[in-house]
């Protein structure tokens, strides 16, 4: 089992920043990737950034060149920069880790960007 646990959205004007972090617990030795989903009102989850094990990282197209993923293993971290924030990014951001079996999801943090 792994427990994961998100912290730091909240509400930004547009072109603020954010960063939120999500600590993981327990079965850690078996995590692969790490990364973080979006859920806004009315719209089906997207993952918004991925990074593996070994720190290869991936982004969704529109969040590139504002957005940056990054993991710290010994702390068993990954943490979501979040630059040039703008009101399509508001959403419901969940922290999500993989094992060889499974998927196991944060409990999901509110960012509210303003215009």
């Known amino acids: 089992q792994v427990q994961l646990v998100e912290s730091g959205g909240g509400l930004v004007q547009a072109g603020g920043s954010l960063r939120l972090s999500c600590a993981a617990s327990?079965?850690?030795?078996?995590?692969?990737?790490m990364g973080w989903y979006r859920q806004a009102p009315g719209k089906q989850r997207e993952l918004v950034a991925s990074?593996?094990?070994?720190?290869?990282?991936n982004l969704v197209d529109s969040v590139k060149g504002r957005f940056t993923i990054s993991r710290d293993n010994a702390k068993n971290t990954v943490n979501l920069q979040m630059n040039s924030l703008k009101p399509e990014d508001t959403a419901v951001y969940y922290c999500?880790?993989?094992?060889?079996?499974?998927?196991?999801w944060g409990q999901g943090t509110q960012v509210t960007v303003s215009s």
């Open positions: 999500y880790a993989d094992n060889t079996r499974l998927r196991y």
């Open positions: 327990g079965s850690i030795l078996s995590i692969n990737a």
């Open positions: 990074i593996s094990s070994g720190g290869s990282a």
